[in-house]
């Protein structure tokens, strides 16, 4: 299987690129194209090969969530020409990630674990182990990065640099609750619980628009329903539909994004194992079956798809 790692069209009227951790952004005209690659990362660092059908896996999964959920906040979408594809609305992008946490998971966890008892001015409570449910759910903003970590920032501080005014921000956190509620409820459908997820917003034309993906394995973890109360109750670790497992096999292999440590080599096995993975999901969260497109010359099918959607 071949995977898409980059590309670099050159599309009529298209005036920016940017390349990200995982898709490349193009503009064209006064529209956005976004091309999901196979490209991973993990701790901030994309990992040196990339996950046959991943790139597909995560539009296909963003889109379906964007499309259940436009009663609750209006969203950049409006096409997907082709598997890898996201065609929708240019907005300026608000620099807050809308982090919200339904569990002690993560981040959250191994801040809980080194003795903190606040995480972006929210304080968790005391008594609390691995993967325990908060009383409610938590917002823990983080500031967007242009490169590098993304930084922790209390809503207070937001509020403070003049990131997004009051009213702003009340918005952004309706909407982020609100989309955590129908998120949490689709899962339970499937059979998992959503433990955390982010959420990333855009202005257009004055209005907050939901921009880039949504409960996807990218911005998601989720838990097996089944057996949750039982692993608690024993201390277990709660089985996982998420890329949690690729940040594991990275620390296990001595990488964890910090400075002097190398990235190890992924054998085959490991992004077969990756792919797998990540087909999983789509299936577990979406109900659907997963078809794969076809990846030989996936550059000509996706340039092809795009010029068809302009009428090029």
């Not at 005036?15 to 193009?26: A, I, L, M």
């Not at 982020?176 to 990333?200: H, N, P």
Request: overall charge negative; charged content about 30%; hydrophobic content about 35%.
């Amino acid at each position: 299987m071949e995977a898409l790692y980059e590309t670099d069209f050159k599309f009529p009227g298209q005036s920016k690129f940017y390349r990200g951790k995982v898709r490349d952004v193009y503009t064209v005209n006064d529209r956005l194209v976004m091309i999901a690659s196979d490209r991973i990362s993990a701790f901030d660092h994309i990992l040196p090969r990339a996950i046959p059908h991943k790139g597909q896996v995560l539009n296909q999964t963003a889109s379906y969530f964007l499309n259940a959920t436009r009663d609750i906040v209006p969203n950049w979408l409006e096409a997907n020409p082709d598997p890898n594809v996201a065609i929708g609305i240019q907005c300026e992008p608000i620099k807050i990630e809308m982090v919200i946490r339904g569990y002690l998971a993560g981040h959250a966890w191994r801040v809980y674990r080194d003795g903190g008892r606040i995480l972006c001015g929210v304080e968790m409570p005391d008594g609390m182990v691995e993967s325990d449910p908060f009383p409610e759910p938590i917002i823990t903003p983080a500031t967007k990065a242009e490169e590098g970590h993304d930084e922790d920032i209390s809503a207070e501080d937001i509020l403070k640099q003049g990131l997004v005014s009051e009213e702003q921000w009340s918005k952004l956190a309706a909407y982020t609750r609100a989309l955590f509620q129908r998120g949490s409820e689709m899962a339970k459908e499937r059979g998992l619980i959503l433990v955390d997820t982010k959420y990333e917003f855009g202005i257009h034309d004055g209005e907050i628009i939901l921009i880039d993906e949504i409960h996807t394995p990218d911005s998601s973890r989720y838990y097996y329903a089944d057996g949750y109360e039982e692993r608690q109750a024993k201390g277990m670790h709660q089985k996982q539909l998420s890329k949690e497992f690729v940040r594991e096999w990275l620390m296990e292999n001595g990488f964890q994004g910090l400075e002097g440590q190398v990235m190890p080599e992924m054998p085959d096995d490991f992004v077969q194992s990756v792919t797998a993975r990540y087909v999983e999901l789509f299936e577990r969260v979406t109900g659907r079956t997963f078809e794969p497109a076809k990846t030989d010359k996936i550059q000509d099918r996706i340039q092809t798809n795009i010029a068809s959607y302009f009428g090029w």
